[in-house]
């Protein structure tokens, strides 16, 4: 399915932004949230998992169905999960394209990577003390 | 004990009502606060001392090794960037300018990937503000557009809109209209008096319309723009223009969709051409509890907002080309000093990615997506908590940090200013 990714704060991830080792972080920035029929026509359930796929690169996320998402439109919170996905290009303005990254979204029966993973994917050594 | 009056260091609301009960050293209650307040003054993610990456893993140091190592680094760099600074104090924002302008250093802040597309457009048309007390006690219609305050400033609905009993509103919830625009259906839609739900991406063209119908040119818009029946934006124009006092507030919605400052410019002139009809304001809801703090500071010493090059020995700002992003994008910065913010979270891994390459320092009281990829952290107070000092709340009224915890971490400004006089020692400045 084609999409459009859009990012952003809430809750959870304000609740647990102080804390990026914990499952809490993990699991309110790792989620994907779907249009209920989109959803449905990618022949996947809320909880599964999907890949999204864009031009600077893919990640796998959890999905959760959102009532009041558009179709064709995928909302992530903001973080590293969502960053993996976000272009750095910023069009001579400074600012990535946080909200309108064009993006593939197939279901898929991989894990999802801890924060650790994905931080040391791009050189990082995870520090769990 | 129960410290009353605290304020929240979280967002740009600035909350300064809270009650914080503390047993020694630790908050064990918060109290006015929202989840958000809670979770942040309660947490304790803390890094306990000083750490240095080595081939294995990872080492405690002292803070004088790790000072020293800091002012090394940065002296030996030919383009250092110096980026964050918007979860301290201004005293540790003022130290962050006065090192950059010593090393010929870019200094950013947090607003380059927030508002920085606003800061952008208040340059080319202005800024008709007003502080969050005017809206409180003013206005009867308030406009969210592109921002989700119940979930990203839970507060700010019931302190100065919605629910908030103002001198010239006083049954807020009969007297007030709120209007919401967004793309989601999001919580703070469901409490709208309307609802406008936009097409992804296209805010400029609802802005446009919008502007004509208030010019009287509404004839001319087609049936539906951007998803939404030309009815409804006539509706939404007729109560902005019949408001007897009127405030827009903007989010990320704006500045980070395509379009991004000429999006802000647009509904700042919207805003314009309201003002010709009755008193409107326009503001946007800054995220990081002092990052309008950084653009004061830097302004104030530099002359600019944000994204600061100090490479030719004078101030020098081009954002797009000295932005933070953009530095880490083309690999330039050969070594970074990230303060109060975790960029390592909320940048392009393909930005992020290049504070891996090279030597990068965090000063930052957290353990956080950033301490994978530098090279040595040092942990500090919190602004707010075991720190004091000055921030500015999102419609720009200084508030002061009291500090109501003791603790054994060095405040952040401490740290720079040590750095600060160990460059001046090496340098003979």
Redesign the interface.
């Known amino acids: 399915m084609r999409a ?1 990714l ?6 959870p991830q ?3 932004v ?5 499952p809490d972080y993990r699991a309110a920035v790792s989620v994907c949230h779907m249009n209920p029929v989109d959803l449905m026509e990618l022949g996947s359930n809320e909880g599964g998992h999907v890949a999204l796929m864009s031009r ?2 893919s990640v796998v996320l959890t999905t959760r169905v ?5 179709r064709g ?1 995928v ?1 992530v919170p ?3 999960y969502a ?2 996905i ?15 990254e064009p993006v593939d979204v197939v279901p898929t029966d991989e894990p999802v990577m801890t ?2 993973e ?3 994917s ?6 769990d ?1 | 004990m129960i410290i009353k009056d605290v304020v929240c260091p979280f967002c740009g609301c600035l909350c300064d009502d809270l009650d914080v009960e503390v047993d020694g050293q630790t908050i064990i209650k918060v109290q006015n606060g929202c989840t958000l307040a809670e979770a942040a003054l309660t947490g304790n993610n803390r890094l306990p001392a000083p750490i240095r990456r080595t081939a294995t893993g990872w080492e405690e140091i002292s803070f004088d090794d790790a000072i020293r190592e800091t002012a090394d680094i940065l002296l030996a760099a030919d383009r250092p960037l110096l980026y964050g600074w918007s979860s301290t104090h201004g005293e540790a924002q003022s130290i962050g300018v006065h090192i950059a302008e010593l090393l010929g250093a870019v200094i950013d802040n947090t607003s380059t990937v927030c508002h920085g597309p606003s800061i952008l457009a208040i340059q080319e048309v202005g800024h008709p503000g007003c502080t969050l007390g005017q809206v409180k006690n003013r206005a009867d219609v308030v406009v969210y557009w592109g921002c989700n305050p119940t979930e990203a400033h839970p507060r700010h609905m019931s302190r100065y809109t919605t629910f908030a009993t103002g001198f010239f509103v006083p049954e807020a919830q009969k007297d007030r209209t709120v209007i919401v625009v967004d793309t989601r259906r999001t919580e703070s839609a469901e409490i709208a008096d309307e609802f406008i739900q936009i097409e992804r991406g296209r805010d400029y063209e609802v802005l446009a319309a919008l502007r004509a119908i208030v010019r009287g040119k509404g004839s001319i818009l087609p049936r539906e723009i951007a998803g939404i029946a030309r009815e409804q934006l006539f509706r939404v124009a007729e109560i902005c223009m019949k408001a007897k006092f009127g405030a827009i507030f903007f989010g990320l919605g704006l500045t980070m969709s395509s379009g991004k400052y000429k999006n802000v410019r647009n509904a700042i002139e919207l805003t314009d051409e309201l003002n010709r009809h009755t008193k409107f304001t326009i503001s946007p809801l800054r995220g990081h509890g002092n990052v309008y703090g950084s653009n004061e500071v830097f302004t104030w010493i530099t002359g600019y907002p944000y994204a600061v090059d100090f490479a030719r020995g004078i101030a020098f700002y081009n954002p797009g080309e000295t932005t933070a992003v953009d530095i880490l994008r083309r690999g330039e910065c050969d070594a970074a000093l990230i303060v109060a913010s975790d960029p390592g979270a909320h940048f392009p891994h393909a930005a992020a990615a290049h504070l891996a390459k090279i030597p990068t320092i965090l000063i930052d009281p957290h353990r956080t997506a950033t301490t994978p990829l530098c090279r040595l952290q040092m942990p500090c107070t919190m602004a707010g908590i075991d720190a004091e000092g000055t921030a500015y709340r999102m419609d720009g009224v200084p508030i002061r940090y009291k500090k109501f915890l003791e603790s054994s971490y060095p405040d952040d400004a401490d740290i720079l200013k040590r750095i600060h006089d160990r460059i001046r020692e090496v340098q003979g400045s």
């Open positions: 459009v859009n990012t952003g704060r809430n809750v304000g609740v647990a102080e804390h990026k080792g914990s600077a690169g959102a009532e009041g998402m558009n439109e909302f903001l973080g590293p960053n993996r976000i272009s750095a290009e910023t069009h001579a303005t400074g600012m990535p394209d946080f909200k309108g924060i650790g994905l931080m040391e791009i050189g990082g050594v995870w520090y003390h």
